[in-house]
């Protein structure tokens, strides 16, 4: 109970500090949307090809949009925890008679609902620009739940850095993790498209298999089995993730 | 009869094959005042970490009201506080903020966090400025909230390393009133600092320590007596040959002790004023012109001096010393 309550507190105090200054959430927001508007623009004739089914390219673009602000947001978590260990705050948590368990588990919680807080703003700009999400409402929960899963499994790997460098740079520089993950994936062509070892490549990579989960949720409609291999890829890499970031805190304490 | 409220014991550190703290041994009684002086990097830090539960030791025990501090930290993390060289708060949270977290994550309430929050936050003068964010706080604010964080679950062990470091006379002296009212109110305080002049207004019990290992404790009245008399320092040029001088002035009689520091020559005398003569009429034979000379009451500064030839300060022995092979490890 009382784990919880830690849980709980230093919940809060993440989500604050994850989203101060206000203005600091901006590029978070703004990179996604700035994609999403000149990808959509100019590969629009791409829905033309012969085996591309999904309608415009807008609306095959928009997942790819809404996983960026998830990448982007849940990114920031090892930067706020570097910025803690540096400035001698995590030690002052440490000496706290708390369980140390809560002080990451208090983080990634924050990091997961400010990931939903970005993919919501994002969706509503995708909704704005001509966008859809043919599910509805129930759509828009699933979405926010794999995404919000997913920016805490990623925003583990952000953690483990600052963990075991205790600098900023090297924990800022997992950032071009973001690119092959992203890029690599099924977010700018259909699977049916692609060849060869880029092909192949894709459907090794994780992000791939949420990717077109939530596509299948905006764009196709409810495929339990895309669905839940969304969920159970996000599940997996949660569970790798987190753990080497549990280990990292375990060697980073006395 | 008061007890010791830490203890310890034979207490080494080591990182790689530097070491830290050097098997040392010493006691602080509950409800005192404690001061841990020495250069930079000669082991205080390493030593309160140690003691706060931040850092195991190599070998050796440390005690906290009695409890182990390897074998129940929890335990001693209810008792201390512990406010760290480097000020450590969260920037982007209002001063309220910042205590009253610390409060329910000891186990107040959320109503009694703000009360005492808001207590602790008008006892070091931000009341007004209880709900700016912190990145907007100068240095001395800065020092004064975090204090009164250490606060907020009144320890009855208090660890502060460097209160003062950084701060202008007059901040300074608004903390040492915060820590004599506070030990007067029963928390026993173990202090670390370099600035002499802090230890010798604050504590009752000292330890000097140097190089990992701690050359001499005491009353700080008892330690300035030790030094038998009055210090005399003479200061020379940049080109004054201090071999050559302090070949001179080793000869004379009624000196009890000589260092170098410098361009400094620093003496101890049963009888200052008596040997001051002498020493101008030495110098003036051997044809070497001091720059300034002055007859003091010995200072806790002096008793370093004396203990190991070289002043707290030194320059040089932050250079080769003041790295914190722990703090270096971290950044």
């Known amino acids: 109970m009382r784990l919880l309550e830690e849980i709980g507190y230093l919940f809060v105090r993440g989500l604050k500090q994850s989203m101060r200054p206000t203005a600091a959430l901006l590029p978070s927001l703004f990179m996604p949307v700035f994609f999403f508007l000149i990808s959509s623009a100019a590969f629009s004739s791409v829905a033309r090809l012969p085996g591309f089914t999904s309608g415009s390219y807008l609306q095959f673009y928009a997942p790819a949009a809404i996983l960026m602000a998830i990448f982007f947001s849940s990114g920031d978590a090892g930067i706020d925890l570097v910025v803690d260990i540096?400035?001698?705050?995590?030690?002052?948590?440490?000496?706290?008679?708390?369980?140390?368990?809560?002080?990451?588990?208090?983080?990634?919680?924050?990091?997961?609902?400010?990931?939903?807080?970005?993919?919501?703003?994002?969706?509503?700009?995708?909704?704005?620009?001509?966008?859809?999400?043919?599910?509805?409402?129930?759509?828009?929960?699933?979405?926010?739940?794999?995404?919000?899963?997913?920016?805490?499994?990623?925003?583990?790997?952000?953690?483990?850095?600052?963990?075991?460098?205790?600098?900023?740079?090297?924990?800022?520089?997992?950032?071009?993790?973001?690119?092959?993950?992203?890029?690599?994936?099924?977010?700018?062509?259909?699977?049916?498209?692609?060849?060869?070892?880029?092909?192949?490549?894709?459907?090794?990579?994780?992000?791939?298999?949420?990717?077109?989960?939530?596509?299948s949720v905006t764009s196709v409609g409810w495929d339990g089995r895309v669905i839940g291999m969304g969920f159970l890829v996000a599940l997996c890499t949660g569970v790798c993730t987190i753990s080497f970031a549990l280990v990292s805190f375990r060697k980073a304490i006395p | 009869m008061s007890s010791s409220i830490v203890q310890v014991e034979?207490?080494?550190?080591?990182?790689?094959?530097?070491?830290?703290?050097?098997?040392?041994?010493?006691?602080?009684?509950?409800?005192?005042?404690?001061?841990?002086?020495?250069?930079?990097?000669?082991?205080?830090?390493?030593?309160?970490?140690?003691?706060?539960?931040?850092?195991?030791?190599?070998?050796?025990?440390?005690?906290?009201?009695?409890?182990?501090?390897?074998?129940?930290?929890q335990a001693v993390r209810k008792l201390i506080g512990f406010a760290m060289q480097d000020v450590s708060l969260d920037?982007?949270?209002?001063?309220?903020?910042?205590?009253?977290?610390?409060?329910?994550?000891?186990?107040?309430?959320?109503?009694?966090?703000?009360?005492?929050?808001?207590?602790?936050?008008?006892?070091?003068?931000?009341?007004?400025?209880?709900?700016?964010?912190?990145?907007?706080?100068?240095?001395?604010?800065?020092?004064?909230?975090?204090?009164?964080?250490?606060?907020m679950h009144s320890p009855r062990l208090l660890f502060l390393d460097e209160p003062t470091q950084g701060l202008d006379p007059h901040a300074r002296r608004l903390i040492w009133?915060?820590?004599r009212e506070l030990n007067a109110s029963g928390s026993t305080i173990f202090l670390t600092t370099h600035y002499m002049d802090e230890a010798d207004t604050l504590c009752r019990d000292l330890a000097f320590i140097d190089k990992g290992r701690i050359i001499r404790s005491g009353e700080p009245a008892e330690l300035k007596a030790?030094?038998?008399?009055?210090?005399?320092?003479?200061?020379?040029?940049?080109?004054?040959?201090?071999?050559?001088?302090?070949?001179?002035?080793?000869?004379?009689?009624?000196?009890?002790?000589?260092?170098?520091?410098?361009?400094t020559i620093t003496m101890t005398s049963a009888n200052g004023g008596e040997l001051v003569p002498h020493i101008v009429r030495e110098l003036d034979s051997a044809e070497l012109a001091p720059v300034s000379l002055s007859v003091s009451q010995p200072s806790l500064e002096d008793v370093f001096v004396s203990l190991v030839g070289r002043s707290i300060l030194d320059d040089e022995t932050q250079l080769v010393q003041g790295r914190d092979p722990f703090v270096e490890g971290r950044r």
Not at chain 2, 37 to 46: H, Q, S
Not at chain 2, 111 to 138: C, N, P, Q, Y
């Open chain 2, 91 to 151: 920037l982007m949270a209002s001063a309220n903020e910042n205590l009253q977290l610390l409060g329910v994550l000891y186990g107040m309430s959320r109503r009694a966090s703000r009360a005492r929050a808001a207590e602790l936050i008008e006892m070091v003068g931000l009341t007004k400025v209880a709900d700016r964010w912190v990145s907007t706080f100068s240095g001395g604010m800065r020092r004064r909230l975090d204090l009164a964080g250490v606060l």
């Open chain 1, 86 to 215: 540096t400035s001698g705050y995590l030690d002052k948590l440490m000496i706290a008679p708390i369980h140390h368990l809560s002080i990451i588990l208090g983080k990634l919680t924050a990091v997961g609902v400010r990931s939903m807080v970005q993919a919501t703003l994002v969706m509503i700009i995708i909704l704005l620009a001509g966008g859809r999400i043919v599910t509805g409402l129930p759509g828009l929960v699933t979405i926010l739940l794999l995404g919000g899963l997913f920016g805490i499994a990623w925003s583990a790997i952000g953690m483990s850095i600052a963990l075991r460098t205790r600098n900023q740079r090297a924990t800022q520089s997992s950032f071009i993790l973001f690119f092959p993950f992203t890029f690599v994936t099924t977010s700018q062509m259909p699977l049916n498209l692609l060849h060869g070892w880029y092909r192949a490549a894709v459907q090794l990579n994780p992000v791939t298999y949420v990717l077109e989960a939530i596509r």
């Open chain 2, 177 to 179: 009133d915060y820590l």
């Open chain 2, 10 to 73: 034979e207490l080494t550190r080591r990182y790689g094959d530097v070491t830290a703290v050097d098997c040392i041994s010493f006691d602080v009684q509950e409800g005192g005042f404690f001061g841990f002086l020495g250069p930079n990097g000669a082991g205080k830090t390493t030593t309160m970490r140690i003691l706060a539960t931040l850092l195991k030791p190599t070998s050796g025990l440390a005690r906290v009201a009695g409890i182990d501090v390897t074998r129940d930290p």
């Open chain 2, 226 to 263: 030790s030094l038998g008399g009055d210090v005399i320092q003479i200061t020379f040029g940049e080109e004054a040959p201090m071999e050559r001088v302090q070949s001179v002035l080793g000869r004379l009689r009624g000196a009890q002790s000589l260092a170098v520091h410098d361009q």
